[in-house]
T-cell receptor, first 114, second 111 residues
Framework: EAQVTQNPRYLITVTGKKLTVTCSQNMNHEYMSWYRQDPGLGLRQIYYSMNVEVTDKGDVPEGYKVSRKEKRNFPLILESPSPNQTSLYFC?????????????FGAGTRLSVL | QKEVEQDPGPLSVPEGAIVSLNCTYSNSAFQYFMWYRQYSRKGPELLMYTYSSGNKEDGRFTAQVDKSSKYISLFIRDSQPSDSATYLCAILNTGGFKTIFGAGTRLFVKA
């Protein structure tokens, strides 16, 4: 089954404690992206990757890091989480980011930073 | 001004009603328009995708784009309780490298 898998689904942590949210896709997609979703603000792109070792900032990259060492994996790293990073996070992938290419989303990771 | 504006609702309708969901956008250069549906505790899934002005129909769903007004709409005919979800409009920016999402409209269809 084609899917994007995020882990963990729920995470509660404290300010300053480094964490990683993993994302893996089994569709051999080139393009992967991380979004955060906040009430009234919709989905905002954090980082995206056009292919292995190619990453770039989205609209809200501050406080986040990513890496793309393998095509299937695109982890999101919070080096020093802060309460304003409490949010619902989604990973997405598509064959490319041209028109007609559907973005497939993971089920989401709900993060609370205390 | 946000690039894409969408009324967050919530919108509550009785089963069988025609639902109209709308977004406006600011950049006339945008060309690709999408609607995603997001059920509670799930990620968004692509519902419909259109290019340029006009209508596109898929079963009970019709997507409409009016480029002159910079207005996009999603109509749901004969709405069902299973249509209860958040609907997000999305636009692919010029060059096709970034998808810009609206805030999403939460829809409740009552049986």
């Amino acid at each position: 089954e084609a899917q994007v898998t995020q882990n963990p689904r729920y995470l509660i942590t404290v300010t300053g404690k480094k964490l990683t949210v993993t994302c893996s896709q089994n569709m051999n997609h080139e393009y992967m992206s991380w979004y955060r979703q906040d009430p009234g603000l919709g989905l905002r792109q954090i980082y995206y990757s056009m292919n292995v070792e190619v990453t770039d900032k989205g609209d809200v990259p501050e406080g986040y890091k990513v890496s793309r060492k393998e095509k299937r994996n695109f982890p999101l790293i919070l080096e020093s989480p802060s309460p304003n990073q409490t949010s619902l996070y989604f990973c997405a992938s598509s064959l490319s980011n041209a028109a007609k290419n559907i973005q497939y989303f993971g089920a989401g990771t709900r993060l609370s930073v205390l | 001004q946000k690039e894409v504006e969408q009324d967050p609702g919530p919108l509550s309708v009785p089963e069988g009603a025609i639902v109209s969901l709308n977004c406006t956008y600011s950049n006339s250069a945008f060309q690709y328009f999408m609607w995603y549906r997001q059920y509670s505790r799930k990620g968004p899934e692509l519902l419909m995708y259109t290019y340029s002005s006009g209508n596109k129909e898929d079963g009970r769903f019709t997507a409409q784009v009016d480029k002159s007004s910079k207005y996009i709409s999603l109509f749901i005919r004969d709405s069902q309780p299973s249509d209860s979800a958040t609907y997000l409009c999305a636009i692919l920016n010029t060059g096709g490298f970034k998808t810009i999402f609206g805030a999403g409209t939460r829809l409740f269809v009552k049986a």
